[in-house]
């Protein structure tokens, strides 16, 4: 059993009660003012262990755990919370009069351990409160931006709410921002990793101001402002894109990425309009098999437009382009002839090098298109009608795939 020691002698008339408040009010200052209330009878569960070699129970342990809770809830970090204890308790030992007179070393030594003890179990009880705290505030927070976040690329929630809701998170509705989608190979078990590698590196890059990261459906997502918001930190957000796949690309899980990014709008349904641009367009072209890693769906509006009519994007290729079905090898050669051809501006000798072919072949092929299909690639009403038809092409798969009824 701990030996008891003599009650301390109060300082002059102010009393034991005015005696720990004044020791507060200097843990407070050291701990930089966080407010003397977190300690609630934690000095005197000190001075009790001191005095009497009393430990603590567990309900006043437990209201220290509801004290570390509310510190969370204020805004105050961990480490102030824990110097606020560790400055009370070093502030009151020095200031325990019986302790200074005393010449029993073993009374000082079990003062000491009980005093420790207290403040072991008190700082345990207050950091594991804190933490519970913590932990609700941030899946709060999560659930919050994640409802923020589908109410705005979904566009129909009301204004002024909406407004009201963003601005906790940083968020200028009035500014114009583009939205990003990152795909990964597979389905992430864990996105977590990936939220956090994009938000370090976007946020050192565009600040944490207009910026929101989330998932749907399986994508990241990035709402972020369209343009450089800290001047000198890096280039304007069309780097957006490349931005998040080098980030990405650094994780083990989810490579190989593919990154979308759509068109900037303004305001509130801005955001919503660049969402669907980016959707549409990663629907595009996975459609494509298209395999590179930063799209811009201002590339592919063209695809967009053909699209949305499949019907008669299927007589256009029917009537142009399956004629070319007759030539020794099929249609694939000569539409992938044209499709090069196309893109690198009608030039043959730069189409032949992404082929692998000769000249003499590109020019082969151009003759036998025209023969075949009626239509000649160096025309320029002709050449549309070539171009429409190789992209509507590329877009239903022919003729890997047979083309819909």
């Avoid at 114009?176 to 190979?185: C, D, F, I, N």
Wanted: aromatic share 4%; with cysteine; proline share 6%.
């Amino acid at each position: 059993m701990t030996e008891s020691v003599p009650r301390p002698d109060p300082a002059g008339a102010r009393g034991d009660d005015q005696w720990l408040a004044e020791v507060a009010r200097a843990a407070s200052a050291d701990a930089d003012g966080v407010p003397v209330e977190l300690l609630g009878d934690y000095l005197r569960l000190l001075r009790d262990a001191a005095v009497t070699g009393r430990r603590p129970r567990r309900g006043e342990l437990d209201a220290i755990g509801v004290l570390g809770r509310r510190a969370a809830e204020q805004g105050v970090s961990a480490g102030r919370a824990v110097r606020l204890y560790l400055s009370a308790a070093r502030r009151l030992w020095r200031h325990l009069p019986h302790l200074d007179r005393s010449s029993d070393s073993e009374t000082v030594r079990a003062a000491a351990d009980a005093v420790l003890h207290v403040v072991d179990a008190a700082v345990a009880t207050l950091a594991e409160g804190y933490a519970v705290a913590r932990r609700e505030l941030v899946r709060h927070e999560e659930s919050l931006r994640r409802e923020l976040v589908d109410d705005l690329l979904r566009g129909d929630s009301d204004l002024g709410g909406l407004v009201e809701r963003a601005e906790p998170f940083g968020l200028d509705l009035a500014r114009v921002h583009q939205v990003a989608l990152a795909a990964p190979s597979h389905r992430l078990p864990d996105a977590e990793p990936a939220i956090s590698a994009l938000e370090r590196v976007i946020f050192d890059r565009l600040g944490d101001r207009d910026v929101l990261v989330a998932t749907k459906e399986g994508l990241l997502v990035v709402i972020a402002p369209a343009e450089p918001v800290r001047p000198g930190r890096g280039g304007p957000t069309d780097d957006l894109g490349r931005l998040m796949h080098g980030e990405l690309d650094r994780l083990t899980r989810g490579r190989p990425w593919q990154v979308v990014v759509g068109r900037p709008h303004p305001g509130l349904y801005g955001i919503a309009r660049s969402y669907e641009e980016a959707r549409e367009a990663l629907a595009t072209a996975r459609r494509l098999h298209t395999d590179a890693p930063v799209i811009d769906a201002h590339d592919l509006l063209i695809y967009r437009v053909l699209l949305r009519d499949q019907p008669a994007m299927v007589d256009l290729v029917r009537a142009v382009l399956t004629p070319l079905g007759r030539a020794r090898g099929g249609a694939e050669p000569l539409v992938d002839t044209l499709a090069e051809y196309f893109a690198c501006g009608e030039v043959a000798t730069e189409a032949a090098r992404r082929l692998h072919v000769s000249v003499r072949t590109v020019t082969y092929r151009l003759a036998r298109i025209r023969t075949l299909s009626g239509h000649d690639p160096a025309e320029p009403r002709d050449r549309f009608t070539l171009h429409a038809a190789v992209l509507g092409a590329r877009a239903l798969g022919w003729p890997r795939r047979a083309l819909p009824d």
